[in-house]
């Protein structure tokens, strides 16, 4: 689950992490009465989609007075922000967040994420910070110093204090550096994050070290520990189709071809992308019904996957392993004439009481094309997608 950059810093403040006096608003008046309360004599106002590169696409701009920030948010709140992370469509800005700008004299890169060749949090330091990290890692991979949690004792400050010292900063900057690397691990763990970057990391011409900004999302699956970081999430700024499967109990995540792909098992899911890219196709979600794959699931499946106007064919592929075949077979049948499919279906089935299953869908009377193998459904739902037979 993402959050916004106020809602994260709100979180990283409680942890003692020096965050900029700022508040978030949702119109141009309330956000000059922000700038009026902070009165400082220049303001930073962030527009608050779940997006990167804000800065490059005017998500991010400059006033110098209260009356200067609600001319400036009245153009921005509303406005379709465009990133190289939110598609050609972009995103609807709603909220902004007003903050005091910060004289800089340098910036960095802090983050942190779990590595799961090590299964422990690591921490990471660059010397580059404003800029795209992956971008930094493909150029010059050895800016980008690490520092790995220790089981069963944590993330001690000594290995704080060296990743500070490599980036190159003094040794006044490096002790307020330790602090907040150490409070951001202590978010991190408590709250039970996926990742937590900061970029950039400022130090202030005061010599103060600031999280100038802040990303964070986290386990969904440890949320039921976190009932108040539920409580954040933004349903605006998700896909519908995504928030509509979560609702079912399903894992969808909305990709950019045209063979849709209903699958049992997350696993049994990349290897059918996986399949349908060999095969020359590419596929138009990650869709999985989960190892169960009730007839409930499998409707629900077909409403989400068949409005989905990219979508030209469907690959069904599913395992009965703890769902027999021919049950599944029936879930399939029904929903397809519940939901007058349109687009051609291919069907893999295997486990537990296939032949009855396939059996099932050749007497449907639909037009169902079913598969003896997985390679062989991709070849052909790929040639289906194509308008081939």
């Known amino acids: 689950m993402k959050i916004h950059e106020y809602q994260a810093k709100t979180i990283l403040k409680r942890f003692g992490v020096v965050v900029p006096r700022g508040e978030p608003c949702s119109s141009s008046r309330e956000a000059a009465e922000i700038a009026s309360r902070l009165g400082a004599s220049s303001f930073i106002l962030k527009a608050q989609v779940h997006a990167g590169g804000r800065g490059k696409g005017g998500g991010i701009r400059t006033a110098g007075s209260p009356t200067e920030v609600e001319r ?10 465009v990133t190289p992370q939110t598609g050609p469509d972009g995103k609807r800005v709603r909220r902004l967040l007003v903050e005091e700008a910060q004289e800089i004299t340098r910036e960095l890169y802090l983050g942190i994420v779990i590595d799961r060749s090590e299964g422990s949090p690591v921490v990471m330091v660059c010397p580059e910070g404003g800029v795209e990290i992956e971008e930094v890692a493909r150029r010059s991979p050895g800016k980008i110093l690490k520092a790995s949690s220790v089981p069963g004792v944590g993330f001690p400050p000594f290995l704080a204090r060296k990743l500070a010292y490599g980036v190159g900063l003094g040794p006044k ?98 290897a059918t992308m996986d399949l349908i890219q060999l095969a020359g196709g590419a596929p138009a979600n990650f869709l999985d019904v989960g190892g169960g794959a009730s007839a409930d699931q499998v409707r629900s ?12 064919a469907l690959l069904i ?13 029936e879930g399939v049948v029904a929903a ?19 032949e009855e299953g396939r059996r099932i869908l050749r007497d449907s009377g ?5 598969a003896s193998g997985m390679l062989d459904a991709a070849r052909k739902v790929v040639s289906l997608s194509r308008g081939g037979p």
């Open 72 to 81: 400036v948010a009245g153009e921005m709140i509303g406005m379709r922000l």
């Open 301 to 312: 499946a077909f409403r989400i996957l068949l409005p989905d106007s990219s979508v030209r």
């Open 366 to 370: 639909l037009n169902f094309t079913v």
């Open 173 to 270: 900057e490096v002790e307020k550096t330790v602090i907040l690397i150490l409070a951001l691990v202590r978010a991190f763990e408590e709250s039970d994050a996926a990742l937590i970057e900061v970029n950039p990391l400022v130090v202030t011409r005061e010599g103060d070290v600031v999280a100038l900004d802040a990303k964070a999302s986290f386990d969904d699956n440890a949320l039921y520990r976190h009932p108040e970081l539920r409580e954040l999430r933004d349903l605006d700024e998700e896909e519908p189709l995504e928030v509509e499967a979560s609702r079912s109990g399903l894992s969808y995540i909305k990709l950019q071809g045209d063979v849709g792909c209903m699958v049992n098992g997350a696993g049994l899911a990349m």
């Open 317 to 329: 592929n599913i395992f009965g392993g703890i769902m027999r075949c021919d049950v599944v077979a």
């Open 336 to 354: 397809a004439k519940q939901m007058e499919v349109r687009v051609p279906v291919v069907v893999r089935l295997e486990g537990t009481n296939v």
